[in-house]
């Protein structure tokens, strides 16, 4: 069992920057966000392999969020600037242990946080 701790959020003005943590008890393979905004889907913003540091990006968010790892603290980081009122969400870290790790597939997810909610101003 791996229990994922988050931390960061809370309010901000449109342009401005957030940045997320999420702390992992054991293994991982792959480390993820997602967000989910009230009457959408949960969406897929950015994913990384914490084996080998390679991320992928949603195109919502490509150029403006960056993720990161320190595997010392075993800690994932969502650095968010240029935020949009569009980005406002409940975001989650989720992480894989094995096998696909898609950011359309949040059931190739085994672990979840308890979320943090992210708001933006305009």
């Known amino acids: 069992q791996v229990q994922l701790v988050e931390s960061g959020g809370g309010s901000v003005q449109a342009g401005g920057s957030l940045r997320l943590s999420c702390a992992a008890s054991g293994y991982t393979y792959c480390m993820a966000w997602f967000r989910q905004a009230p009457g959408k889907e949960r969406e897929g913003v950015a994913r990384?392999?914490?084996?080998?540091?390679?991320?992928y990006y949603a195109d919502s968010v490509k150029g403006r969020f960056t993720i990161s790892q320190d595997n010392a603290k075993a800690t994932v980081y969502l650095q968010m600037n240029s935020l949009k009122p569009e980005d406002a969400a409940m975001y989650y870290c989720a992480a894989g242990v094995l096998g696909y790790c898609r950011l359309t597939y949040p059931s190739d997810y085994k672990y979840w946080g308890q979320g943090l909610q992210v708001t933006v101003s305009s």
């Open positions: 990384i392999y914490t084996v080998n540091g390679v991320t």
